[in-house]
């Protein structure tokens, strides 16, 4: 196949917000701009976001705030304590200014969502990544970087140029791939964790470009699947569904817009409980707690007349994945932001503020994870529907009626890796 063939192609964009919380604290703090601010987690812990500036000044990433005090003073570096509230809001904003110019984002994470380009929208991928990033920045203060690239797992290693440059990579098929993945390390590809880049390093894999080229067989046997697709990826073929993106490290979504405009609220609040169980089925299989869940609800963009944005969210007292619990303060969320009166056209629940099992701080109040009931129930439950496909088992606020919100998927891709007849194509020159 000749590149000027392939580079017809679908691509796929990413769009990151930049040092995201720090940035919504200099929105409303203009005369923070260009200087050095952090954000701090939970009880003001340890360091979990920085401004240009405050990186500079070789502040880590996840380091104890009493460690780096010496630093903040010496620089007077702005230390806020973090505001989810605050977040998911922008964080709404930004996704919704986006939909105006790409309707089809798949928003990823708090301050994150893939576009898929199809052969039209790929033509023009310069033009509209310097759209999104102009108006992003005008209507919500929020500056963001712009990666294009033929695969998702491309598109974040566009992503991390864009940041270092212009805040604008497109990497078509065509692009010297060799080069650009050469400079990349194996722990910075998307979804490859420490422990698998321990392997890779002693398997001589150091870079992205080595661990493209690996045999598939070594690829299956010694990082599963997961890092088979990975490789795929790597080498322009699309291979991860929606259903199987790596968690993202600050929060986990799930979000759909509707196949038919959702008019009566107890089917709404059926989509929303099952967005919740989906999210929280991801953070048990990936070992995480959420200390917070935001839910958000709208109307169309194209209606003009009737038009309802709303996003409400709490802060949990304790980490959780326990899925029934999640509902239960998403159905509360849900009620107190429902509107009637409206057609409803997406809706969404993103759970943030993660940690991993097991680093939950001491507390009074019993925590849902340590029941050993309610996590042996979590685990037969996902059990069975690993077994027999999701949703065999679910809980009643999800509904059993028709589910009109499941219907629209038209930029599903093909099931590449576990269908026969979606077997991506591979082509001998
Ligand atoms: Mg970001």
Same mark, same amino acid.
């Given at each position: 196949? !000749?590149?000027?063939?392939? !580079?017809?192609?679908?691509?796929?964009?990413?769009?990151?917000?930049?040092?995201?919380?720090?940035?919504? @604290?200099?929105?409303?703090?203009?005369?923070?701009?260009?200087?050095?601010?952090?954000?701090?987690?939970?009880?003001?812990?340890?360091?979990?976001?920085?401004?240009?500036?405050?990186?500079?000044?070789?502040?880590?990433?996840?380091?104890?705030?009493?460690?780096?005090?010496?630093? +903040?003073?010496?620089?007077?570096?702005?230390?806020?304590?973090?505001?989810?509230? %605050?977040?998911?809001?922008?964080?709404?904003?930004?996704?919704?200014?986006? @939909?105006? +110019?790409?309707?089809?984002?798949?928003?990823?994470? +708090?301050? @994150?969502?893939?576009?898929?380009?199809?052969?039209?929208?790929?033509?023009?991928?310069?033009?509209?990544?310097?759209? %999104?990033?102009?108006?992003?920045?005008?209507?919500? #203060?929020?500056?963001?970087?712009?990666?294009?690239?033929?695969?998702?797992?491309?598109?974040?290693?566009?992503?991390?140029?864009?940041?270092?440059?212009?805040?604008?990579?497109?990497?078509?098929?065509?692009?010297?791939?060799?080069?650009?993945?050469? *400079?990349?390390?194996?722990?910075?590809?998307?979804?490859?964790?420490?422990?698998?880049?321990?392997?890779?390093?002693?398997?001589?894999?150091?870079?992205?470009?080595?661990?493209?080229?690996?045999?598939?067989?070594?690829?299956?046997?010694?990082?599963?699947?997961? #890092?088979?697709?990975?490789?795929?990826?790597?080498?322009? +073929?699309?291979?991860?569904? @929606?259903?199987?993106?790596?968690?993202?490290?600050? !929060?986990?979504?799930?979000?759909?817009?509707?196949?038919?405009?959702?008019?009566?609220?107890?089917?709404?609040?059926?989509?929303?409980?099952?967005?919740?169980?989906?999210?929280?089925?991801?953070?048990?299989?990936?070992?995480?707690? $959420?200390?917070?869940?935001?839910?958000?609800?709208?109307?169309?963009?194209?209606?003009?007349?009737?038009?309802?944005?709303?996003?409400?969210?709490?802060?949990?007292?304790?980490?959780?994945?326990?899925?029934?619990?999640?509902?239960?303060?998403?159905?509360?969320?849900?009620?107190?932001?429902?509107?009637?009166?409206?057609?409803?056209? *997406?809706?969404?629940?993103?759970?943030?503020?993660?940690?991993?099992?097991?680093?939950?701080?001491?507390?009074?109040?019993?925590?849902?994870?340590?029941?050993?009931?309610?996590?042996?129930?979590?685990?037969?439950?996902?059990?069975?529907?690993?077994?027999?496909?999701?949703?065999?088992?679910?809980?009643? $606020?999800?509904?059993?009626?028709?589910?009109?919100?499941?219907?629209?998927?038209?930029?599903?891709?093909?099931?590449?890796?576990?269908?026969?007849?979606? %077997?991506?194509?591979?082509?001998?020159?």
């Amino acid at each position: 196949m !000749s590149s000027s063939t392939s !580079s017809k192609g679908q691509l796929w964009g990413l769009v990151d917000c930049n040092s995201f919380y720090a940035s919504c @604290e200099q929105v409303f703090r203009p005369d923070l701009r260009g200087k050095p601010v952090v954000v701090l987690s939970n009880n003001d812990g340890c360091i979990i976001a920085r401004s240009a500036e405050a990186k500079k000044l070789g502040i880590p990433m996840g380091e104890a705030f009493f460690k780096v005090q010496g630093v +903040i003073k010496a620089h007077n570096v702005t230390v806020f304590s973090s505001n989810f509230a %605050l977040y998911g809001d922008l964080s709404a904003r930004v996704m919704a200014t986006m @939909e105006t +110019i790409c309707p089809e984002i798949e928003q990823y994470s +708090i301050d @994150e969502a893939f576009i898929p380009m199809p052969g039209a929208l790929a033509v023009n991928a310069e033009e509209i990544a310097a759209t %999104l990033k102009q108006t992003v920045y005008r209507w919500t #203060g929020i500056p963001v970087s712009v990666g294009i690239a033929p695969t998702r797992t491309l598109a974040k290693v566009a992503n991390h140029i864009a940041k270092k440059g212009t805040g604008v990579c497109v990497l078509r098929h065509d692009a010297p791939f060799q080069e650009i993945l050469s *400079k990349v390390p194996v722990g910075d590809i998307w979804g490859i964790g420490r422990r698998q880049a321990l392997k890779l390093a002693c398997a001589g894999i150091r870079n992205a470009w080595q661990f493209a080229q690996a045999d598939n067989n070594w690829l299956r046997k010694n990082l599963t699947v997961t #890092g088979w697709k990975t490789a795929l990826e790597l080498r322009g +073929i699309p291979a991860i569904g @929606e259903d199987e993106l790596p968690t993202p490290r600050k !929060s986990v979504l799930s979000s759909r817009s509707f196949g038919e405009k959702i008019h009566d609220k107890s089917l709404l609040a059926e989509a929303v409980a099952s967005f919740t169980a989906r999210a929280a089925e991801r953070m048990r299989r990936d070992g995480m707690l $959420a200390r917070g869940i935001a839910i958000h609800i709208r109307t169309s963009y194209f209606d003009d007349q009737h038009q309802y944005v709303q996003t409400g969210q709490h802060s949990l007292q304790m980490g959780t994945n326990d899925t029934c619990f999640l509902q239960h303060e998403a159905a509360h969320i849900f009620d107190d932001i429902y509107k009637s009166g409206f057609a409803y056209a *997406k809706a969404g629940v993103m759970l943030y503020d993660l940690i991993p099992v097991g680093q939950q701080q001491c507390s009074l109040l019993p925590a849902p994870e340590a029941d050993p009931k309610r996590m042996d129930l979590m685990a037969t439950l996902d059990k069975i529907n690993d077994k027999h496909g999701r949703g065999s088992l679910k809980f009643g $606020a999800e509904g059993l009626t028709g589910q009109v919100w499941k219907i629209k998927q038209n930029n599903l891709s093909p099931r590449f890796t576990t269908e026969w007849d979606e %077997l991506a194509p591979a082509y001998c020159k």
